[in-house]
């Protein structure tokens, strides 16, 4: 049923280059004060990492004093060799996106990232995985959430462009890929388009992190 709802909010998805990608305008400001210490994904696009990833969180966010960087870790989870661990540090540009700043230890986290990619290598989505994650790398980002409780990450990347949908809790609901949805049809410049594909967290995979 959930699976039928998100196929009929979503308008079919359309292939777009990188170079005609455009970030949305941001119109108010996240809510990082407000996040759940853990956030689980529970929505995204096609990504080629989904045949390998079973799940993907977000914990530990919090701004850098006095700047304007927060320090998130990203961690996924794959069934063949367990976590994936990624701590970034994001700058916040005058636009309201975000820029990765790679540290020392964020390259550390690349270079253990290559077992996953090492791993979509071996699905149909061969040629993908490595252009994927430098786009994730190296292009700027948008972290979108008025309220604190879902929080819509997007950035343009060598597919069109990268959608994950965070939320306190691992389980969507109907209303969760509303929102998004709604969100996605204002921002217009073909987010309107992206269809949304449900993650595969459970608690028992949430549990491990």
Same mark, same amino acid.
């Given at each position: 049923?959930?699976?039928?709802?998100?196929?009929?909010?979503?308008?079919?998805?359309?292939?777009?280059?990188?170079? +005609?990608? @455009?970030?949305?305008? !941001?119109?108010? &400001?996240? *809510?990082? #004060?407000?996040?759940?210490?853990?956030?689980?994904? %529970?929505?995204?696009?096609?990504?080629?990492?989904?045949?390998?990833?079973?799940?993907?969180?977000?914990?530990?966010?919090?701004?850098?004093?006095?700047?304007?960087?927060?320090?998130?870790?990203?961690?996924?989870?794959?069934?063949?060799?367990?976590?994936?661990?990624?701590?970034?540090?994001?700058?916040?540009?005058? +636009?309201? @996106?975000?820029?990765? !700043?790679?540290? &020392?230890? *964020?390259? #550390?986290?690349?270079?253990?990232?290559?077992?996953? %990619?090492?791993?979509?290598?071996?699905?149909?989505?061969?040629?993908?995985?490595?252009?994927?994650?430098?786009?994730?790398?190296?292009?700027?980002?948008?972290?979108?959430?008025?309220?604190?409780?879902?929080?819509?990450?997007?950035?343009?990347?060598?597919?069109?462009?990268?959608?994950?949908?965070?939320?306190?809790?691992?389980?969507?609901?109907?209303?969760?890929?509303?929102?998004?949805?709604?969100?996605?049809?204002?921002?217009?410049?073909?987010?309107?388009?992206?269809?949304?594909?449900?993650?595969?967290?459970?608690?028992?995979?949430?549990?491990?992190?």
């Amino acid at each position: 049923m959930m699976f039928i709802l998100l196929v009929n909010v979503a308008a079919i998805a359309v292939t777009n280059c990188a170079s +005609t990608c @455009t970030l949305p305008e !941001i119109t108010c &400001e996240t *809510a990082w #004060e407000q996040m759940p210490v853990k956030l689980y994904q %529970v929505f995204g696009d096609n990504d080629p990492f989904n045949e390998v990833t079973s799940c993907r969180t977000m914990t530990k966010i919090q701004s850098i004093f006095n700047t304007q960087q927060m320090k998130i870790n990203f961690t996924s989870y794959s069934e063949t060799f367990g976590q994936g661990p990624f701590k970034g540090i994001y700058q916040k540009k005058d +636009t309201g @996106t975000y820029k990765l !700043i790679l540290s &020392e230890e *964020a390259r #550390e986290d690349v270079i253990l990232h290559g077992k996953f %990619v090492a791993e979509v290598k071996k699905t149909e989505n061969a040629e993908d995985p490595v252009k994927e994650f430098d786009s994730f790398l190296d292009n700027d980002q948008v972290f979108y959430s008025c309220d604190g409780k879902v929080l819509i990450h997007v950035w343009c990347n060598e597919n069109g462009r990268g959608v994950r949908v965070f939320k306190g809790s691992s389980k969507s609901t109907a209303e969760d890929a509303l929102y998004v949805h709604n969100t996605f049809a204002e921002w217009k410049n073909g987010w309107e388009n992206i269809k949304l594909h449900p993650s595969t967290c459970s608690r028992q995979h949430a549990s491990i992190f």
